[in-house]
């Protein structure tokens, strides 16, 4: 099992900045990729960003490109989610998601665990 945990969510105005944080514990050695997914409310859950433990290879959703930035650090087993030029839109939870293999890293359906949730709400 690997456990995850969030923090870093908050209230911030448009334009602003945000670092999200996703500790992983557990059997960690067992996770091939991390991701970002977020929901708003009356929407599906939707895939953000994702990195590979090994070698660092990143993706991300078309909106958020140029500005958010993913990234780990291996000896803590931490993945960060910098948010910058923050707009209302990006208003949602954001879960962090571990994956034990390859695939399609912007399929929420191949993730194995997942975290509780952090919201992040920016005002206009």
């Known amino acids: 099992q690997v456990q995850l945990v969030e923090s870093g969510g908050g209230l911030v105005q448009a334009g602003g900045s945000l670092r999200l944080s996703c500790a992983a514990s557990g059997r960690t050695y067992r996770a091939y990729a991390m991701g970002w997914f977020r929901q708003a409310p009356g929407k599906e859950r939707e895939f953000v960003a994702a990195?590979?433990?090994?070698?660092?290879?990143?993706y991300y959703t078309n909106s958020v490109k140029g500005r958010f930035t993913i990234s780990r650090d291996n000896a803590k087993n931490t993945v960060y989610l910098q948010m910058n030029s923050l707009k209302p839109e990006d208003t949602a939870v954001y879960y962090c998601a571990a994956r034990e293999a390859m695939g399609v890293m912007t399929s929420q359906y191949q993730y194995n665990y997942w975290g509780q949730g952090t919201q992040v709400t920016v005002s206009s």
């Open positions: 990195i590979r433990w090994s070698g660092g290879s990143t």
